[in-house]
């Protein structure tokens, strides 16, 4: 908020609207360590909002003759709107930055094993065998998508005045004002004031809960490839236990699992927001606040353990290898229909066990692989 | 379902990997009216998902020599997302006619209101004065944001087989299978299978969370103004009522409000079946069936409300004229302060009536409108 | 909402306010398959309802003299709201039924497995042993909960005319009058007429998030016990797949668990549309009608299926006996620190295999039940 | 959580399981102002919760003697759930004084405004007149209900040890232990451990919605009575705007407003949260900390602000009246069906003015209230 009070003065100065003497007063003012934010909090609530006990300190830190100059023409949403674009730009920034980072791991993790099979599982039960490649390039593609779709949120300012017509600035044309706002806040400009038209949060809302299902399809599978019944990957910065010496606990996933519950409903929230009556509305803008917070907070978060999970990802190809033979050799029996018929297949299959019944090449699930490979290699090429 | 079968066939003939005989009693079968919807739902029950009796119909009814070429190498859900894909696409065709009508439509409004002054309103007070132009711009923006955002969704066929490795299809070279199948089924071609990889999903979600609420905020705006006491406007297909002849009720506001009250919760399941474990989840997937289609049924439902609503939303300067009036100069008070100071303008304001100890020019709401028409016509321009 | 209808002229003509020829009238004229509901859908999309286009079809069929005492004095949302609380009340009660026949053979599996041990399993890993006897009475007490809370919920008639004060019957007492129609409609009494008190459909949403919770939550661990590699449990009546013929599906699980994904979100708007403004909102009531049904309808399958699946839940204690000594120990780890100290445990489980070093009775994994038997035999006991 | 362990080792302590001087060190150690709590949120971080680091200090703290007496036996969700407990109950009991303090205020506002007219409001329009008392004790009623649900859930204390068998517990009966800290803990006892039978999380999310609603209907109808245009009440606690002198925003009505649009998602996610798979589930859990943490939050801000509200509520009875003039008679429109037949009625207001045409005697609103007054006493003699 205090760096959207300064772009805004700044932003005046440079159009000539105001001395340079108050952008000097307001910058040396406006330093984080001199507010108590909780007396703020508790002086917000009487207006509904921080921004009127932050502007009131801030004209009385700038002396008489800049406080004219602090928070000219602008309404509290002016600011908040600023200020929560300015958050987000931030938390966007170190947020693709570890997404690229878990992209990068996770195509080493692809090149390193993309031949490895495993099994296929759909609906809990061995289908038939995939390899570890394949899963390996899914989760990167959709890491890929979420860091696409976060780098194209379009941030701007938020300047509009009391009811976005921008009337308390006078004369100053409104393109150069909000071209001069934008620029001096280090935010896109808009086309229009967006006190009611949130577009902005919106494609924020979509762009974190994608983000949230893109990692949280990730740890739904290493939390099942890592149960101890399977055994296939460990998370070697998992978490220990205070009571059972023995447990090396899949901490990363589950809390990124956690935030992948959470992050959709907030999501909700915000787009349920852009229902705004009015020029300012009352209950729906407010409700963006914490929701806004929260969401970067959670997939801020999610990132990280991503970034640390896969870095510290091993992988048991011995393992899969063994899990693939707990069917003895049930996981192939697609492969019998296409060379023995449906019915045939199904008989065989059913008075088991298939081994006594059926060439053993039959049943080897490391030569039914299909496309995995070839999928493996054209994801990592079209998507390098 | 029936098209994505039929598609299937055809891309096998395409490569020569199923005769035109069988492409030719499929088409002939696959022909809706053939089947009994409500059975094939009471038989869906038991494998939990409706492709498998539809495909036990389908084989039997092209008999036994074609039978071997209908979903081969198919799992169920390449059936099941294609068809949605299928109906997402048609619906979001007429989903973005229907918000280019919408738009022109508020263009339009916009330009015969470019200058029709009428009260801004904030946490339900009278703010400032702005214009219907610029209100009507506002929500046009938004329209344009939402057909954007549809228009840009990628939907591609689905084809993974048992476990998203293609395995059943044998030697068929991956690349070319899944380029004509989408080119058969009329979609947009898939890098990877995407099983448990839903970006498609997750986009519409996002895209349509977006338009619920980029019309939510039409609505409730006219709704606001079709309050009895306030009368600005009036949708002329409003809805009558059985109990009080005199009432016009703007029903299709009311229905796109309810609209925008659940599409952001659809949306948030489908975010969140994003968390699909293994090859095919148990349940994420599942989630998702009717949670699309009832997204889908109600955006398209407020987009052909809105297109009916700007076309009969009938303007009334002259009650917005008066209603700025009802302040007695209040709702310029902030002008006050520019001229005045701040001081005296609140010292002015408390003792009241302004009237009596202002200059009567500074107290018309009229000519305090700041930046609304430039803010209209820009927007019109930049986005034509 | 025929049997609203019905309801209300009944108890007009026990008041003495209409004629028994009018409800007989009515009677015969009130038959489902006198309607067309297609046409009556497409006729309610202009006044925003159903009840409208069905009163006049009503009154149409009486005839001129009993039409006066069709719909008298009630409004379109009377009418929609009884219906509505008709339809849960059928729904509730089978939903109720299912859930008490899943408690019974919850109980019965408890009592079966009192004593048979397995892993018990914290963040996906091994943690102590624990008995299925201990989980299905878990379960249970979930069921239990579910269905306490759902047979609690009060589902009232609902009177009130336009809007709210019963002014359209004159000078019949509202008690008598509220009274007279909950009875003939079969549903509690309301105290006050509840257009925009939400309280009814705010307890079912409660509860029926409640339910589909109870269920999911045994539909998870349904799912992580029948996986390839625990098997644990097998769900007999389990769905098949056309392209592995060996496959065994968990289909009624995931369905459950399917619902589980849903049901919170949907209960959400209804929680939402509390937020109900005047004497009869834009939206929030509109926004009710398809979220109940889709709860209500998913909740009810999911009961169905949860009864089904426990009465076909086959327990493999064998596999339960095997996967206790996959960890070779560890799982009693916890055993150790209390015989050894925190220290030394630790030190032994770094150094393994515990066989070689720990007196194999301290291994056993059958005798660290800790009061799992006790707590199962109480929670049968107080929960009869 | 200090509390949560202070009270596990009286428990033992009780029990004869702890020495009364480990239960003295451990209660000096416990002052909260010994911890640094953002070193403890930063060392959560490895192991997923910040019990463990929390243990580690209260274990350093006591002494060695002490130190085997601190988290004996328990796991970390056991103090955590204990925690969340007694948070919750301590809101709980804040959350209802205010409530209880609404549902007074609103009494009175309901006796006071038992016979005021106002107009009566569907879909925006002005349908038949109405009294603020009635309306006034409508919101009594939810408050009423919000207060029950509320003080209704159960909060158990939480006891299970690594997966809910006690184990670690030794020869203790489990009956005496459960029922001698939650004694200790001042919470209910629990029947069974339930680290994944959330029903307390459960009940607690569905009453704060609940009580959200509830709040939030109130909040919308002062939103829409404080409307510049319809002034029928006015906060008078309501807040000040910097830029425009004349404003007195509706703040505390917005503000529940905001916490009403986000708490029934929340609440979903909580719902959500009960599907939890195993002995402790990798996400469930986690997610519903700060989910909880918000909502309680929110809906106890809510409740603060609706005393405030309701205590500073100033009703206009010269407004409604106006007000209810406005459609020149329209408004009892209903009446003339009555009283000169449907189609005569609607025929006079087609061509209108009614004054024109009709008895005025048959026009005065404040003669049509129906059942209001009856309906409000009655509400205010049963629940009082």
Sequence with gaps: MLDAEVALTRALAVLGQAPSSAVQA??????????????LALRARAGGNPVIPLVADLRAAVGEHAAAYVHRGATSQDVLDTAAMLVAASTVQVL??????????????????RDTPMAGRTLTQHAVPTTFGLKAVGWRSLVLDAHERLAAVRLPAQLGGAAGTLAAFGDVPSGSLLAAFAREAGLAEPLLPWHTLRTPIA??????????GALGKLAADVLVLS??????????????????????????ATLIAAAARQVPALA?????SMTAEDERPSGAWHAEWQTLREALRLVGGAAENAAQLTANLRVHPERMRANLDLT????????LIAELGRAEAAALVKQGPLSAAVDPALLDPTTYLGAATELTDRALDERA
């Design 328 to 335: 003895q050799g049930l996981i192939v029996s697609e492969r």
């Design 203 to 212: 494609d924020l809302a979509g762009a974190l809960a994608f983000t949230a």
């Design 96 to 113: 693709c930055d570890d997404l690229i980072a878990v992209a990068r791991q996770l195509a080493r993790l692809a090149r390193e094993h």
């Design 268 to 272: 909700g929230v915000l787009f349920g």
């Design 26 to 39: 307001l910058t040396e003012a406006a330093r984080p360590e001199r507010f108590d934010v909780r007396a």
């Design 227 to 252: 149960r101890t019944e399977i055994s296939e990957v460990t998370d070697t910065s998992g978490g220990g236990s205070s009571a059972m010496p023995h447990k090396s606990n899949p901490v990363r």
